[in-house]
């Protein structure tokens, strides 16, 4: 698979190029190849330039469920004053509010309270971490109503930007309001913490997603904040004509509101900078203030002008100049996941109209014994079943286009052992702060077991034992704390499913011991 992202994705995954793919399908003797990209050093935090003549309501949706460390609270908390800190604030400027993310979502201020430097900035040191489940669509559907709301200080016809933090955990479905945020206007920049579903998020962020979803460990926000306040700005620059969901053949265009349905229509004239005599005109009404361009060049830059046709005023043109993406070619990313025993889950992406079907490849690595899927061009998922446990295999997915060309792309995937999954985790109190934990053993030929303990406070801590060992010590758990503790089992291939549990210290106050939950 290959995951588009920023420069500061913290990795990238380089796939092998269509001769590899051509070779793949014959003989499949090679899978993904991965390439570590070096870590780069965060900026400064000097003093930043101020931004006017910038106009937009601006809302953080903001993980404060239990999943959420209180280190990694704090370093988001720093990531959002250093992104917005450049903006002037005030009712004709840039408007600000956070919702949390937890069990019930809850708007911590409304966008109207903070309209100095100083105020919102004590405002988001004081957000506190709510704790709970990580109900992520219910705060969406929470948000489409704030962000349109003037109780909530939201102003009608300003433009609208969602920056949604997340560490890629949710306990409910995102897709739908989600799309309708969009479809009213919203544009979504979606920042993943942890290891989110990259077709999952780049669904859910505005277009194209290199642009709107950004990929970072939560020590290295500092190195996105600049692009990110760049792109944010793009939107919210007041009164001008700009456009945004660009893609290889189309972007929508936006400019603030000028006329009305009786005052008058706006023209919008465009032309490939190179090839002005192909001019194309288009109109709509007064009571516009967007309309999406179609059936463009891919990598052509587009010069756009704006012309208010207005019967009361005089309003100058407005021009913009935009250039489309380059061709979108589908596969051009492949994910495993859901691997068990027997089956795996296959993705790909983009999905492009252009394509008639696709073929899945796949066979066991090594060998030569291939089976063939066959999957319909307007989906982008199939599972493979009836495979060997423990295996590796080669998987090929060929996209087959109306005009006859195909391009390949090809991943590894490993079936998991049969039973490979620890269970029974139990934990014994061994003292103030420490806890044993104890499992009983996988099934399969275990190489050895992983202890990840997540604290809510301090740093995170990973044990690694021989199979023989089925127990371990967790130490420096404060009082008073949350703590998440998995166990994997390690297999020559991979890792086997995870158990974790919470682990509850009691207060000091209280009796000495410890409650644990399973997450749901």
């Known amino acids: 698979m290959t995951l588009k992202g920023s420069r500061a994705f913290g990795f990238k995954v380089v796939c092998p190029g269509p001769g590899f793919a051509m070779l793949a399908k014959a003989v ?6 991965l390439q570590l990209a070096a870590g780069q050093d965060a900026p400064e935090r000097g003093p930043q330039p101020s931004i006017s003549n910038s106009e937009g309501d601006l809302l953080f949706l903001l993980d404060s469920s239990g999943s959420v460390s209180y280190y990694e609270f704090s370093r988001v908390k720093e990531f959002m004053w250093d992104l917005v800190r450049p903006f002037t604030f005030g009712p004709k400027d840039v408007q600000t509010s956070i919702i949390h993310i937890s069990t019930t979502p809850t708007m911590e201020f409304p966008f109207d309270r903070y309209l100095s430097s100083g105020t ?8 506190q971490q709510l704790m709970g489940d990580t109900n992520t669509g219910k705060a969406l559907s929470y948000a489409k109503e704030k962000l349109f709301s003037g109780e909530a200080g939201a102003r009608p016809d300003v433009p609208k930007v969602l920056v949604w933090v997340t560490d890629g955990f949710s306990t409910d479905d995102i897709s739908e309001p989600m799309q309708l945020l969009k479809d009213m206007g919203v544009t979504v920049f979606i920042v993943s913490t942890g290891r989110g579903n990259y077709l999952e998020l780049s669904a859910a962020a505005s277009q194209p997603p290199e642009k709107h979803l ?12 600049e692009e990110l306040r760049d792109a944010i700005r793009d939107v919210i620059q007041a009164n001008r004509l700009h456009a945004v969901d660009i893609t290889s053949s189309s972007f929508r265009l936006m400019w603030p509101e000028l006329l009305s349905q009786e005052t008058g229509y706006y023209t919008i004239e465009y032309a490939p900078r190179g090839d002005l005599a192909r001019k194309r005109t288009k109109q709509v009404s007064g009571a516009h203030t967007s309309l999406t361009l179609s059936n463009l060049a891919p990598e052509t830059t587009y010069e756009v002008a704006l012309i208010p046709e207005s019967n009361v005023h005089y309003f100058p043109p407005q021009t913009t100049r935009v250039t489309t993406l380059a061709e979108e070619i589908s596969p051009a990313q492949v994910l495993i996941s859901e691997s068990g025993p027997r089956s795996f889950h296959v993705s790909w992406a983009p999905t492009l109209e252009s394509v008639m079907g696709y073929q899945i490849l796949y066979g066991p690595l090594p060998g030569n014994s291939v089976k063939l899927l066959e999957v319909d061009g307007k989906h982008n998922s199939t599972v493979v079943e009836n495979l060997a446990p ?9 996209a087959v286009y109306k005009s006859g060309k195909e391009k390949s792309l090809s991943a590894k995937a490993c079936t998991q052992e049969e039973g490979s999954k620890v269970r029974h985790l139990r934990f014994e109190d061994m003292g103030p702060n420490t806890l044993k934990a104890s499992w009983d053993s996988a099934d399969g030929k275990v190489l050895g077991y992983r202890v990840r303990c997540r604290r809510q406070t301090g740093p995170s801590s990973v044990i690694s034992v021989s199979p023989q060992i089925h127990s371990v010590l967790l130490t420096d758990l404060a009082s008073g704390t949350t703590n998440k503790v998995c166990v994997k089992p390690m ?3 991979q890792a086997g499913k995870g158990l974790c549990r919470m682990v509850h210290m ?13 997450r749901a």
């Open 120 to 127: 919102l900035q004590q405002a988001i040191r004081d957000t």
């Open 491 to 493: 297999y020559k291939n």
């Open 214 to 225: 950004h990929f970072v460990d939560v020590d290295d926000l500092p190195i996105i904040t």
């Open 506 to 518: 009691q207060p000091a106050t209280e009796a000495q011991g410890y409650k644990h939950r399973q």
């Open 390 to 398: 423990n295996t590796t295999y080669l998987v090929t997915v060929t």
């Open 28 to 33: 499949l003797s090679l899978g993904l190849c």
